[in-house]
């Protein structure tokens, strides 16, 4: 069994996605996300719900990250201009979506709003049948990239109507790392 150690993973560098991120909020941005997406065959997924305190207390996502190779898209759920793009990304059967615990994440968007899901892979799933003893995206982006993934913005408020420059830099990094473990796990043959 493959793992990484706290010590090991504190030695890593820091890794942050750089490129483009857009967080979709006009119409032509939400067009040209559509379009990005429409031409991709690996999007990176994940979501984000504000945290709970109380006991008992739940919330829904109020966040998708969906990473392609050319940007991070990140939709806010208060929108309802954003479920059409999104139900037509989860339904597309050409376009791999990848995550970590995507399945609780997709259960959870499923009570946002309808939509039927194609081509989604977890790769904790994976990395659990091939022998990896950890399955965040954390350890598995320092097992396999060789880099921390920092995560500090976890636990702030995702339902804010305007994201700090902080939490858009946290949620596209979440998605990028996604796609970019799906490559790794594909180049090493372990799909």
């Not at 090991?8 to 941005?29: C, D, F, H, K, W």
């Amino acid at each position: 069994m493959r793992i990484i150690s706290k010590e090991a993973l504190a030695e890593l560098p820091i890794r942050r996605y750089e490129g483009r991120v857009s967080l979709v909020e006009t119409p032509q941005e939400l067009a040209d996300a559509r379009e990005d997406l429409r031409q991709e065959r690996v999007v990176g997924l994940d979501t984000e719900t504000r945290p709970s305190f109380r006991k008992g207390e739940t919330h829904l996502p109020c966040l998708v990250q969906a990473a392609t190779a050319q940007a991070v898209y990140l939709f806010q759920l208060n929108r309802l201009d954003v479920f059409p793009a999104l139900a037509e990304l989860l339904a597309k059967p050409e376009v791999r979506k990848t995550g970590v615990g995507l399945a609780y994440d997709l259960q959870q968007l499923k009570q946002v709003f309808p939509f039927i899901v194609e081509n989604v892979l977890d790769l904790g799933v994976i990395a659990r049948r091939r022998g990896l003893g950890q399955t965040g995206v954390r350890n598995l982006a320092g097992m396999l990239l060789g880099c921390r993934i920092p995560k500090g913005n976890r636990t702030s408020n995702w339902a804010a109507p305007r994201l700090s420059p902080a939490q858009i830099a946290y949620a596209a990094t979440d998605a990028w790392a996604c796609r970019e473990l799906y490559l790794s796990f594909e180049q090493q043959g372990l799909l």
